[in-house]
C-alpha cells in the first residue's frame, strides 16, 4: 500500500485558515486520495477526496499537486469543533476488495486555540 | 436516516469471557468493515464483510476472533476468551453496494477487558 505522511501535530487560531500537508512520493495512478477526520471519542468522519483535479465541498478543500505526490487539505476558516486528529489515506476507489479497506496512519493531530 | 449504529457503547469483560460486539449499517448499505483501534495507535483493518459472506478478513487475528453479517440482523463481531490486549475501541463503518466512494463510520465500542 501506498504510504503517506503527515506532521504528527498542527495548531491554529480559530476563524483562520488551515492548511494541512500530506506527502505521498509512490502514489499510483489508481490511487485516489482520501481524508478522514477523528474527533475525540469518536469513529471517523469522511472529509473529502479526489484523484487530480482540486475539489471543493461544504467541509474543505482539497488542493493535489501537479505531480500527486502531496496534497493539502484546506479548512477555509477553523473553528473549535474542527480539533481532530486529521488522516491522509491513499485508496483504491469503487467495488471491490480494496475499496474500504482503508489504511490508516498516524494522522495529524489539529489544535485550533480560541 | 440513521447513521450506523454501534452497540453497545461500552463493554467491560473479564479475561477469559466473550465480547459481543453490534453493528447495524445505514439503511440501504449492505457492506461492513470493522476496524480496531489499540490505545494511542491508529485504526487498523480487520474484516469485511457484505451479506453472509466475508469478503476479507487479512486483518483479523487468527483465533478468538469472528465476524458474521447475517440476511437479516446486525453484523457481530464476536471475541472469545478475551484477554487485556484486547481492550480497544472497536470501529464498524458501511458503505453501500453500488461504488464506495466513502464510508460512514460509527461511534464504536470501548471495549475493556478486566
Known amino acids: 500500500d501506498a504510504k503517506t505522511t503527515q506532521p504528527n501535530s498542527m495548531e491554529s487560531n480559530e476563524e483562520e485558515p488551515v492548511h494541512l500537508p500530506c506527502n505521498h512520493s509512490t502514489i499510483s495512478g489508481t490511487d485516489y486520495i482520501h481524508w478522514y477526520r477523528q474527533l475525540p471519542s469518536q469513529g471517523p468522519e469522511y472529509v473529502i477526496h479526489g484523484l487530480t483535479s482540486n475539489v471543493n465541498n461544504r467541509m474543505a478543500s482539497l488542493a493535489i499537486a501537479e505531480d500527486r505526490k502531496s496534497s493539502t487539505l484546506i479548512l477555509h476558516r477553523a473553528t473549535l469543533r474542527d480539533a481532530a486528529v486529521y488522516y491522509c489515506i491513499l485508496s483504491l476507489l469503487g467495488f471491490g476488495v480494496q475499496g474500504g479497506k482503508l489504511i490508516f496512519g498516524q494522522g495529524t493531530e489539529l489544535s485550533v486555540k480560541p | 436516516n440513521a447513521g450506523v449504529m454501534q452497540n453497545p457503547r461500552h463493554l467491560v469483560r473479564r479475561r477469559g469471557q466473550e465480547a459481543r460486539l453490534r453493528c447495524s449499517p445505514m439503511k440501504g448499505h449492505s457492506h461492513v468493515y470493522w476496524y480496531r483501534q489499540l490505545p494511542e495507535e491508529g485504526l487498523k483493518f480487520m474484516v469485511y464483510l457484505q451479506k453472509e459472506n466475508i469478503i476479507d478478513e487479512s486483518g483479523m487475528p487468527k483465533e478468538r476472533f469472528s465476524a458474521e453479517f447475517p440476511k437479516e440482523g446486525p453484523s457481530i463481531l464476536r471475541i472469545q476468551q478475551v484477554v487485556r490486549g484486547d481492550s480497544a475501541a472497536y470501529f464498524c463503518?458501511?458503505?453501500?453496494?453500488?461504488?464506495?466512494?466513502?464510508?460512514?463510520f460509527g461511534s464504536g465500542t470501548q471495549l475493556s477487558v478486566l
Open positions: 463503518a458501511s458503505s453501500p453496494p453500488t461504488v464506495m466512494e466513502k464510508l460512514f
